[in-house]
């Protein structure tokens, strides 16, 4: 049982990296956000991704931070996974420029770790664990989306 819930919380793994872990771990959300990107509604599809992976992870926080001896375990790196998925939650699939620039500024805001986000990590448990990088995922999709909106903005200007 305990294989099942290491699988569950490091996405298959990826979390059990001797290296930066989160960083290997939100290759995960990159490889979601991949297979998500020709589904209709992506958006849609993407947030109820979320929304699963935060249910199904949250109870195993408590489990995680016992399993590793560590509060927010590196192991568990769902977090990332959700928190870089609401980065490049576009309303139509993320190109392959999104996918890369949602990666690096979902990261700098992870490692970062804004005022908003480092009161998350005070709450308990899974939520704790979760919900900061929930934070940096929002942060990080405004910085990512506002200037690509405005480029994109700007070309049909330009072009119309």
Known sequence: MNVLKLALVSCGFLGC?????????????????????GFDHYWAW???????????????????????????PGIFVMDEVIGYLITVAWLDGPSYLTLIVGFFVFRFFDVWKPAPAR????????????????????????????????LIDAQWTWIG
């Not at 960083?23 to 990107?37: E, K, M, N, P, S």
């Not at 990590?121 to 405005?150: H, K, S, T, W």
């Open 17 to 37: 990296s001797p290296f930066a872990p989160g960083t290997v771990g939100t290759l995960g959300g990159v490889a979601i956000a991949w297979a998500l990107r």
């Open 46 to 72: 993407t947030l109820g991704v979320c929304v699963v992976l935060y249910l199904v992870t949250r109870p195993l926080g408590k489990w995680a931070e016992e399993y590793s001896g560590k509060e927010d």
């Open 119 to 150: 009161r998350m990590e005070e709450l308990p448990g899974g939520d704790g664990i979760l919900l900061d990088d929930v934070v940096a995922g929002l942060l990080a999709l405004v910085c990512v989306m506002v200037p690509a909106r405005l």
